[in-house]
């Protein structure tokens, strides 16, 4: 498995660990095999699949290092519970920062906010996370595009540009691109939504965004709001 991963002929190393985790499962390379398999599903990002494999190996070996694997691979397959208690036990660990777990937390609690309270408690958590405990460079622009993102959702249009702006300038991505979109959106700048609505629309010729739809939708709207621009009320 590993020398076909050497050559990244990835199926042929799944065939490889799946088949030398049919063997004794009391081998010391069972578990070797077991967390080779995880790692590559996680690669792959089948996430899912990844957290069964850390599942069992953390069953056989309680390592804070698997554990953050789990964590990781729990919060992208949408296992908010599992990827929260395992960023608890983690904390003061030696394998992941305090920053980095309390922005995994921030994320949660946005990824599941339903209301303004919800939002706001989000938001609290990840400025705390940022200027309090305090994050990496890489950390700080996914950091930006999640208090950006509730920054939005709570009507603060302004601080929420400044996020955003802050994020993009780290990292160009097509949901960074989309949030700038609907913030502008809502503070009617039409003419710098159109802009990026274009820009997506664009890229979405070599990138299949989920959210091309909405994209298209909103493009048309502020299209017609620039060329028919509302009469005002006085």
């Known amino acids: 498995g590993d020398a076909y991963l050497q050559e ?3 199926d042929q190393a799944l065939i490889a660990y799946n088949r030398a985790l049919t063997g004794n499962e009391d081998d010391p390379t069972y578990v070797i095999a077991l967390e080779a398999l995880g790692d590559l599903y996680y690669g792959q990002r089948r996430f899912d699949l990844a957290q069964e494999s850390y599942d069992e190996l953390l069953q056989r070996e309680n390592r804070p290092e698997i554990r953050a694997k789990r964590m990781i691979a729990a919060y992208n397959s949408g296992d908010y519970q599992t990827a929260q208690r395992d960023a608890e036990r983690l904390e003061d660990s030696s394998v992941v ?15 599941t906010a339903r209301n303004q309270a919800d939002w706001e408690d989000a938001l609290n958590q990840l400025v705390q996370a940022v ?10 622009a996914i950091a930006d595009e999640y208090i950006a993102r509730a920054n939005y959702e709570l009507g603060n249009y ?5 996020s955003i702006k ?3 300038n780290a990292g160009e991505t097509g949901s960074r691109h989309y949030l700038k979109a ?4 809502a503070e009617e700048d039409y003419v710098e939504a159109r802009e990026e609505y274009e820009f997506l629309l664009a ?3 070599i ?4 959210f091309i739809d909405d994209v298209q939708e909103r493009y048309a709207k502020v299209v017609d709001l620039i060329e028919n621009p509302p009469e005002d009320d006085a």
Do not use: C, M, T
Not at 207 to 210: A, I, L, M, Q
């Open 8 to 10: 990244n002929k990835l």
């Open 97 to 111: 920062s305090n920053g980095h777990l309390a922005l995994l937390q921030g994320k949660i609690l946005a990824d």
């Open 131 to 140: 200027v309090q405990i305090g994050v990496s460079p890489e950390s700080r």
């Open 158 to 162: 302004s601080d929420a540009l400044s």
């Open 166 to 168: 802050r994020a993009i």
């Open 182 to 185: 609907l913030i502008l959106e």
């Open 203 to 205: 890229w979405s010729e």
């Open 207 to 210: 990138f299949p965004y989920p």
